[in-house]
């Protein structure tokens, strides 16, 4: 059974072209909500660590270099079925091959660039997360219908 979580990362490269916002939309249009949001900047050794799975692989050098390069916004992020519908939601891995309207083709360029991070199965975004988060900064709300509720009752 799949669980509910998964963990998300706006890439350097989205981040200096001031896509911040437009892919934080397209996030929670797409049904997710945010339940952890960090802007922080990896260290090479952190970029090794969480990519490390691709240690040896030709580009993990310049990946290590690429994720580390400037701030990131880390997301835990949930929903239903929330892994695999993220990855629908971001598109292929190739913005070049994404299918249109997906976050990865519309803000991004390149393979190695490509705006955004989505873990690839339940386990390691449960690992991903912990990475980024402890469990006092991951905060479960349930939404609410903003037109029917006012902020402050004027007394
Ligand atoms: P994913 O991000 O779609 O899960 P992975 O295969 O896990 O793709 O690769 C991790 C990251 O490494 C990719 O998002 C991309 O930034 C980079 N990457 C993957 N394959 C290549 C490649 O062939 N050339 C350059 N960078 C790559
Ligand atoms: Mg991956």
Same mark, same amino acid.
């Given at each position: 059974?799949?669980?509910?979580? #998964?963990?998300?990362m706006i890439k350097?490269?989205? &981040?200096?072209?001031?896509? /911040?916002?437009? +892919?934080?939309?397209? @996030? =929670?249009? *797409? *049904?997710?909500? /945010? &339940?952890?949001?960090?802007? =922080?900047?990896?260290?090479? %050794?952190?970029?090794?660590?969480?990519?490390? &799975?691709?240690?040896?692989?030709?580009?993990? %050098?310049?990946?290590? #270099?690429?994720?580390?390069?400037?701030? /990131?916004?880390?997301?835990?992020?949930?929903? %239903?079925?929330?892994?695999?519908? !993220?990855?629908?939601? /971001?598109?292929?891995?190739?913005?070049?091959e994404a299918a249109?309207?997906?976050?990865?083709?519309?803000?991004?360029? =390149? +393979?190695?660039?490509n705006a955004v991070?989505?873990?690839?199965?339940?386990?390691?975004?449960?690992?991903?997360?912990?990475?980024? !988060?402890?469990?006092?900064?991951?905060?479960?709300?349930?939404? @609410?219908?903003?037109?029917?509720? #006012?902020?402050? %009752?004027?007394?």
């Amino acid at each position: 059974m799949s669980t509910d979580k #998964t963990f998300s990362m706006i890439k350097p490269m989205a &981040v200096k072209k001031g896509y /911040i916002g437009p +892919i934080l939309s397209k @996030i =929670t249009e *797409g *049904g997710f909500q /945010i &339940v952890g949001m960090k802007y =922080t900047q990896l260290s090479k %050794e952190q970029a090794e660590e969480f990519y490390g &799975v691709h240690k040896g692989r030709p580009f993990f %050098e310049s990946l290590v #270099t690429f994720m580390s390069s400037g701030p /990131i916004v880390a997301l835990a992020l949930k929903k %239903e079925n929330a892994v695999s519908d !993220f990855r629908t939601l /971001i598109g292929a891995t190739n913005p070049a091959e994404a299918a249109e309207g997906t976050i990865r083709r519309m803000f991004a360029e =390149t +393979i190695d660039a490509n705006a955004v991070h989505g873990s690839d199965s339940d386990e390691n975004a449960q690992i991903e997360t912990s990475f980024f !988060f402890s469990q006092r900064e991951l905060h479960n709300v349930d939404l @609410i219908d903003a037109k029917q509720y #006012t902020v402050c %009752e004027k007394s």
